[in-house]
C-alpha cells in the first residue's frame, strides 16, 4: 500500500486537514523505528487504498527534540510514497525553510498552503506557480477549516501517487551548515514569490488581547470564564445525564429484568447488576463529557489557552511549572486522562514529570459527582456550595504543596516559548470532530477498567455464596476488616472503607458501591448517609477521595506517558499518604476542637 | 543605537536583533518562529508578577520568559 505522511510546524492547522482528509476514520497506531503512537487512517484515493500518517509537528527537521527525532526515525525507517508539507500561509516567511529542508530529502512532495484565508485578509498575497517552480513541487493553497481548495489538493494528491514509484526509507544526514544557506534561500523565495504587507497587524486579536491580557482583570476575567463555562456544562449536561440514566434504566426494566426468570441467578447478577449497571454508570456520564470536550476544544481551538498560560506563568514558575502546567490542571477538571497526555508538549523530563505528579490532584467531573452527593445529604443547602468551593480550595492546594515539595528532584531550565496565535473561531465541525476522537478515547480507556471494576466489586460483595451480599462475612467486608485499622484513625468505617477500595479503580463507582454496600439507592441512600457519618467523617471521607489515586486509567495513562513503573509507583504512593494525612489531620483536628 | 538585551527594552520599542545568545533547541524555535539577525522585536506587554513578556516579531506574537529575552541582544533607538 502507498503511504502518505503529513509534515509541518506546530498550529498550522495540520490536524484539521488531516481529519478532513481521512474522516473520523484516524486509528492511533505503531510504527517501526519510534515509540510514541501516531494517528493513521487508510483512505480510498481515486482507485487505490492509500495509508495516511500524521506526524507530529515539527520546527526543524535537524532538530533535538523529542518530536523532530520521532519525525527522523520514522522516515528512516518507513518508506514514504508521498511527503505532504503544510504551512501556515499568514506565516510563510518563518515557515519557508523547513520546506526547503524537507525538499532535501529527495521524496515526491507537495507544498499545502493552509489558512489562506487568514492570509488574504492580513494582504498577503502568493504566486503560487512561482512559488511551485522554486520549490519544484506542487503548491496547493487552501483552507482546511473551511475545506476551500480541499478537493483539488485531494485530486493533486492522486496524481502525484498514481505516478510515484515505489519509495524506499530515506537517509537524513544532517548539515546545520547548510541549513543557514536554506534561510537564505528561503527569503529569496518568499522575496520573489510572496506579497507581504509593510505591518502586519491582527487588529482584532490585539484589541481582545488588550482586555484579555489586562495585567489587573486578565485573571479574574479568565476565572469569570471558567466558571461560565462550568456552569454551562452542569447546566445543559445533568438533564441529559438523568435523561440518559432514564433510558437505560427503561432499557433495564423492560428487556434485562425479565431474563430473572431464565438466567441462573448468580449469572443473571453478574451480567445484570454486575456489567450493565456498571456500564450504566459510564454511559450516564457521555454527555457531561462531551460537553465538557465541546467546551475544551473550543477554548483550546480559539487560542485563549496560550493566554491563559502568559497569565499564570509567573505563579507556577515559583513553584517549579510553568504556564502550560496550570492549564493542564485546567484540563484535569474534566477528566485527568487527556490532561496527562497533554504533558506530551513538554521536552524537558522533570518538568513533564512534576506536572504530571501535580496533575491526578485535579477535582475531577468524576470526584465532583460523589462530592454533590454527600455535600448535598449531610450539609445545609447554604453550606454546600461552601464545601464543594473548599474542596476545590485543597485540590490546588496539594497540587501546588506537592510541586513545591518535588520541584527540586524534577528540576527543569526548560525555556518557555509559547506562540499567541490570532484569536480564531473554530467550525462547528472542527469542534464535533475533536470532541468525538477525545470522547471515543476516553471510552475505550474507561470501558475496560469499568468493566473489569464493575465485575470484581459484584464477585467481592456476593462472595462466598450463602452469606447476605455486602455483609461483613462476604469478601468485600473481609478485606474491609483489615483495612480497618489503617482507616479507623481518619473516621472511616468498615464499609466506607469497602466503597474507598472500589473507587480506586474509578471514582464513577464510588457512588454505586454504596449502594450495593448500604442495599440503597438515591434519597434513601442520601438518608442513610446521615445516620452512618457526622459531617467531620464525611468531610474526611470527601478529602480522602479527593487526594487519593483518582482511578487506574489515570494510573494507566501515567505508567503509558512516564513509561517508568517507579514513577508511577510513587505517584500512587505520595498521593495515598497525602490523602491520610489530610483526612487524620482533619478529622482529629476537628475531633480534638470538640466537633 | 546602542545594544541592549531584549528584556532591557521599554515596552512598546522596537529593537533590530544582533545576536541570539540561545542554544539547541530553544535557538532552533527562536529562529523557526522568525528570530533572526536583523529582525525587529517589539515588547507588546509584561504580566503581572514578573511575568513573561509577549513579543511581536513580523506578523508573529510570542511569550518567552525575562530571563530568556535576556539572550536576544538587540540595537535599540538612542
Not at chain 1, 156 to 166: D, E, V, Y
Not at chain 1, 423 to 439: A, C, D, G, K, N
Not at chain 1, 487 to 497: F, K, N, S, V
Given at each position: ?13 495540520k ?73 501556515n ?6 515557515q ?104 502586519l ?74 456489567v ?85 490532584f ?18 445545609s443547602?447554604?453550606q ?6 473548599a ?123 454504596m ?21 467531620v ?59 | 543605537?546602542?545594544m ?57 506574537n510570542v ?16
Amino acid at each position: 500500500m502507498k503511504r502518505i505522511a503529513l509534515l509541518g510546524m506546530p498550529n498550522t492547522g495540520k490536524s484539521t486537514f488531516f481529519n478532513r482528509l481521512t474522516g473520523a476514520s484516524a486509528r492511533i497506531g505503531n510504527w517501526p523505528g519510534i515509540t510514541v503512537d501516531l494517528l493513521g487512517a487508510k483512505i480510498l484515493l481515486g482507485a487505490e487504498m492509500v495509508e495516511t500518517v500524521d506526524l507530529p509537528g515539527i520546527y526543524d527537521l535537524h532538530g533535538f527534540a523529542e518530536d523532530e527525532q520521532v519525525v527522523r526515525r520514522f522516515l528512516q525507517n518507513n518508506p514514504v510514497d508521498l511527503l505532504c508539507v503544510i504551512l501556515n500561509a499568514a506565516q510563510i516567511d518563518q515557515q519557508l525553510p523547513l520546506a526547503l529542508q524537507l525538499r532535501q530529502l529527495g521524496l515526491k512532495a507537495v507544498l499545502v498552503l493552509n489558512m489562506v484565508d487568514e492570509a488574504e485578509r492580513l494582504g498577503i498575497r502568493f504566486d503560487t506557480a512561482a512559488l511551485a517552480a522554486g520549490l519544484g513541487c506542487p503548491v496547493c493553497p487552501i483552507s482546511a477549516k473551511y475545506g476551500q481548495g480541499f478537493p483539488e489538493t485531494r485530486e493533486t494528491l492522486r496524481q502525484l501517487l498514481s505516478h510515484a514509484k515505489p519509495a524506499d526509507t530515506v537517509a537524513l544526514q544532517v548539515d546545520f551548515a547548510a541549513d543557514e544557506a536554506l534561510i537564505a534561500e528561503a527569503e529569496r523565495l518568499v522575496a520573489r514569490t510572496v506579497t507581504l504587507p509593510r505591518m502586519l497587524e491582527h487588529d482584532l486579536t490585539e484589541r481582545i488581547d488588550r482586555v484579555a491580557l489586562h495585567p489587573l482583570f486578565g485573571i479574574p476575567l479568565f476565572f469569570l470564564a471558567l466558571y461560565l463555562l462550568f456552569q454551562a456544562v452542569y447546566t445543559v449536561g445533568g438533564p441529559l445525564q438523568d435523561g440518559v440514566a432514564w433510558l437505560l434504566e427503561q432499557f433495564r426494566d423492560l428487556a434485562l429484568v425479565p431474563l430473572q426468570t431464565i438466567l441462573p441467578s448468580l449469572l443473571y447478577g453478574l451480567l445484570v447488576e454486575g456489567v450493565y449497571d456498571g456500564l450504566g454508570t459510564v454511559a450516564s456520564f457521555v454527555p457531561v463529557i462531551v460537553l465538557f470536550f465541546l467546551g475544551m476544544a473550543l477554548v483550546e481551538d480559539s487560542g485563549y489557552l496560550a493566554r491563559i498560560a502568559f497569565l499564570m506563568d509567573a505563579l507556577m514558575a515559583r513553584m517549579g511549572l510553568d504556564g502550560r502546567g496550570f492549564v493542564m490542571l485546567l484540563m484535569g477538571f474534566g477528566c485527568n486522562v487527556p490532561a496527562l497526555m497533554g504533558t506530551r508538549v513538554m521536552r524537558s523530563r522533570g518538568l513533564r514529570l512534576l506536572t504530571m505528579l501535580v496533575i491526578p490532584f485535579s477535582l475531577c467531573s468524576a470526584r465532583l459527582q460523589v462530592f454533590v452527593f454527600l455535600t448535598t445529604a449531610l450539609f445545609s443547602p447554604a453550606q454546600a456550595p461552601l464545601v464543594l468551593f473548599a474542596l476545590y480550595l485543597v485540590s490546588f492546594l496539594t497540587a501546588f504543596a506537592t510541586a513545591l515539595l518535588f520541584k527540586n528532584r524534577l528540576q527543569s531550565r526548560e525555556p518557555l516559548l509559547i506562540e499567541l496565535p490570532p484569536y480564531r473561531l473554530p467550525t462547528f465541525e472542527q469542534i464535533v470532530l475533536r470532541s468525538w476522537h477525545e470522547v471515543h478515547h476516553f471510552l475505550s480507556r474507561a470501558s475496560r477498567f469499568i468493566i473489569a471494576g464493575v465485575v470484581m466489586i459484584w464477585l467481592l460483595t456476593h462472595l462466598p455464596t450463602g452469606v447476605p451480599a455486602g455483609s461483613p462475612d462476604t469478601l468485600a467486608g473481609i478485606f474491609g476488616g483489615w483495612l480497618e485499622p489503617l482507616l479507623r484513625p481518619i473516621g472511616i468505617d468498615q464499609q466506607m472503607a469497602v466503597v474507598l477500595l472500589f473507587g480506586f479503580v474509578a471514582k464513577e463507582i464510588v457512588l454505586g458501591a454504596m449502594a450495593v454496600v448500604y442495599g440503597l439507592e438515591g434519597d434513601a441512600l442520601a438518608q442513610l448517609m446521615t445516620h452512618q457519618m457526622d459531617w467531620v467523617q464525611a468531610f474526611s471521607f470527601m478529602l480522602f477521595t479527593l487526594i487519593y489515586t483518582p482511578c487506574l486509567s489515570t494510573v494507566a495513562t501515567m505508567r503509558g506517558e512516564s513509561k517508568s513503573v517507579a514513577f508511577t509507583g510513587a505517584s500512587i504512593a505520595w498521593s495515598l499518604g497525602l490523602a491520610w494525612l489530610f483526612s487524620f489531620v482533619f478529622y482529629q483536628g476537628a475531633r480534638l476542637l470538640g466537633y | 543605537m546602542t545594544m541592549v538585551r531584549l528584556s532591557e527594552l521599554a515596552i512598546g520599542q522596537p529593537g533590530i536583533i544582533e545576536e541570539v545568545d540561545a542554544e539547541g533547541h530553544f535557538r532552533q524555535r527562536l529562529q523557526a518562529l522568525g528570530f533572526r539577525i536583523g529582525k525587529e522585536v517589539r515588547p507588546i506587554r509584561q504580566a503581572l508578577f514578573g511575568g513573561p513578556l509577549q513579543v511581536r516579531i513580523g506578523s508573529v506574537n510570542v511569550m518567552l520568559r525575562r530571563n530568556d529575552a535576556a539572550l536576544i541582544h538587540v540595537w535599540a533607538e538612542g
